[in-house]
């Protein structure tokens, strides 16, 4: 099964990419902020990888580049959930080794095609 | 896939209050002076969090109004913006208006933008006009005319030209993820260039080498094949180009690239190309005759989900955040009595006298397990009270700036943990204390100054556990109470006589009394003369006390004191007949044994005692339960004198028993709610002892009274 790793510290958010991903089945694990984030992908090795950007403790571009530093998520496509705002955070994350982002309000469909846009 | 948004909502409210307190905490503490960078920033996050949710879950007010917010926050992060007290007033007054608008929503009903909008324009006034919205319609106009220029023509299609840079792999993008989103526009040929791919031995794995040549032969709009490229945009040389069909095929069997003159270079445009379509595309051309699926069904999906938006909200119980760790140790618990259970258990299989020691110790063990689950199931209840004083260095500046006053505000034991029915009730009666200090006590600067003391005055509130109660002081360092004055206007309200003879303390209490209030000028701020009995009889409900100490020119301190919760109680056992009641301690005044010769009757039925200057009206408790006392004749009863809000009773008993904490059972749930009586708790002996209420007893008193009254005449 598909794993995905969610990663936002609103809890609501996190609760909703969750819950969406679960049912449109896939296995998804949650973290509140990069530091716990980083840890799980430590010890799981996961097909997609979610994050929002601004977060305490560690930001969503920090994780990506610690993501991209590993050897096991080189090609993980990992999307940040950013704000239409929020342009240049767009390009700060690609740098960072981002595959793409999905612009915040997004419905759960939305979510959930792109997410398939980047499996397989 | 339709998911019903609305489970999520009460999360989202939750976790909006909490970050706007987030937002207040930090804006308070942000000098605008000298500030640490990341305070902003967590102001910034807290509001951004607010804003993805509230659009999340359609809440577009709310979202509206913290995208300005935002846009003005960012600007601060960057240092693009000066903080300043006028900002910082500004932000605060944004907090309200959100805390407002959530509140409305999570009640169900609607918000009315036009109240917030005065305040929404001061924040675009700030931004610096309508800058990035109008940025923003020039941005989609452009797009629509880029549209609605291209020719209308039979059978148009789209050349594609695709230069990823080496390393594009390495972001997870993978060109063939592309050709299969591009394919679900239309048919899709893919003509690979594998040119620069160098032999096996020097290849880079994680290096992309190739680039490609597409035809979508499909008239769709550009956007749609830009989105597709999105991601990879500053990765990558593109070429879209809006052909007829023919052309297209055209250029993908040629191998001319003048397609992509303005931005290759000399290397790839002097490269030959190969065809390689059948190998690097057959991945691709499974899929291509997918055109109508999945795009367009989820659109619809999305219809009907957004239309499904009179989903019944969840609705708001009552609900408490537990940390970890309480639960964690709960868990534990549980388990240690389980294993108990089973241990007993075992030994009940095949008991023999021999085993009654071990029978002893593990009947001990679970009185211990029980009383420690007890506790622990407690803590749950219990809360910080930083919950209450967190609202308080907002209300301080706001005060302290309306009444021209400088006030430091001193926060200490705020991990203090409390009940949390006895937090939500302590809360008013405590704003009232502080706005007290702030208004009577703390004097003026220039007052401060002529005395010596510092132009800024400083009110502390301190909690701490004590017994098992809870006591929480308000300290304030300002004029303290007039003592000659509080006694003059007790004199003339009545209150004591002329003669009464004192102690300073003593007189600080009557400011506790009702219709007592010694404000030169009566204020907004503390009100009209409502306040601190209000204050005292709310705290008393709560089977708390309160008292002050002061010293004129130093300073006031009141000091509060409260049962940790409200589920266990500190009971006088009494007894009459052979029935048992509870009389909660904190009410009871004295015990004492009385003589028949000093009851007075008054009107039939109905007697008195002088107890020194007061009368104390008597209340034969076998007569209001109707059962059989031991004594009916005062010389041998015992009179427990309680008194609530100034009124004294006597309730006239058998014996006295042990006092002792009881745990409160509802009668309401149980059986039906009965004036006098707050509830029940059952003894050790299982037996259930009633637990009277002693301003219901007034009441039933009270009434008494007016039927005998009626009787009489």
Redesign the interface.
Known sequence: MTKILAVD?????R??VS??LK??GFDVDDAPDGQQALKLAQSNQYDVVIS?V???VMDGITLVKNL?QMGNY?????LM?T?E?AGDKK?EG?QA?????IV???????L??TVN???? | MSIDLSQFHQVFFEESFDGLEVMEQNLLGLDPKQYDPEVVNTIFRAAHSIKGGSATFHFSSVAEFTHILETLLDQMRNGQREVSAHLVDLLLQSVDCLRQMLTRLQDNQPVDRREYAELEAKLENEIGGEQTASAKVAEANVDENIDENIEEQQDMAWFIEFIPERQILQTGNEPLRMFRELALLGEVLVVANTDELPNVAEMDETLCYSSWRIAVLADVEESAIREVFEWVSDECELVVKRESEAKVRARLASHDSTASQPTLDGQAATSSEEEVADESAEPIEDSTPTQDLTLPNQKDVQGTATSNKAAPVATSGSSIRVSIDKVDSLINLVGELVITQSMLGQMGEDFNIKKLERLREGLIQLEQNTRELQESVMQIRMLPISFIFNRFPRMIRDLSSRLSKKVELEIIGETTELDKTVMEQIGDPLVHLVRNSLDHGIEAPEVRRANGKPEQGKVSLNAFHQGGNIVIEIIDDGAGINTEKVQAKAIERGLISETAELADEDIHQLIFEPGFSTAEQISDVSGRGVGMDVVKKNIQSLGGTVEVRSEQGEGSTFTIRLPLTLAILDGQLIRVGSQIYVVPLTSIVESIQIKSNEVVSLAGNFDVYKLREDHVPILRLYETFSVKADFTDYSETVLVVVEVGGKKIGFMVDELLAQQQVVIKSLETNFIAVEGISGATILGDGKVALILDITGMLKRLNYQKSSKKGLAA
């Open positions: 510290d609103s809890s609501s958010m609760q909703m819950f969406t049912s449109a929002d601004n977060m305490p991209r080189k090609f993980t496509p990992i959930l704000t705002s390009m690609k080794g981002a595959t793409g982002w915040k309000p997004f419905n759960p469909d939305q959930v095609a846009k980047v499996l397989g």
